[in-house]
């Protein structure tokens, strides 16, 4: 079992930057490669990075490459989300996710994944 907690939301400007995090606890952190996801109003959940057990390899969906980057300290079991350049169509409750046993290839689907946290609001004022 593991338990994750979300923090870092809040409201900002387009343009602005946050940085999110997703604290663990329980279960060996390393273990797990982490994910982060989000969800707006009235659609549905969506894949926005991943990052392997041991950092080295992420993948980001297409709309956020450049902007955002995800990043982990296995010490502090802490998976990290910084967002630059925000935009308004980024508002969304930002969830972050961790999977214990991962097929290569399916990071950006849901049910890989078996923990997950309570969500953060992130909003972009235009």
């Known amino acids: 079992q593991v338990q994750l907690v ?3 939301g809040g409201l900002v400007q387009a343009g602005g930057s946050l ?3 997703c ?3 329980g279960r060996s952190f390393s273990v ?3 994910g ?3 969800q707006a109003p009235g659609k549905e959940r969506e894949f926005v990075a991943h990052i392997t057990r041991s950092g080295y390899s992420t993948y ?3 709309s956020v490459k450049g902007r955002f ?5 296995n010490a502090k079991n802490t998976v990290y989300l910084l967002m630059n350049s925000l ?6 409750v930002y969830y972050c996710a961790a999977a214990l046993r991962i097929s290569p290839g399916n990071y950006y689907l849901s049910p890989t994944y078996d923990y997950w946290g309570q969500g953060t609001q992130v909003t972009v004022s235009s």
Request: proline share 3%.
């Open 69 to 73: 980057t995800i990043s982990r300290d």
């Open 6 to 8: 979300e923090s870092g």
């Open 60 to 62: 980001y969906v297409d």
């Open 36 to 38: 982060w996801f989000r």
């Open 23 to 25: 604290v663990a606890s």
């Open 32 to 34: 797990y490669a982490m």
């Open 19 to 21: 940085r999110l995090s």
């Open 87 to 92: 935009k308004p169509e980024d508002t969304a």
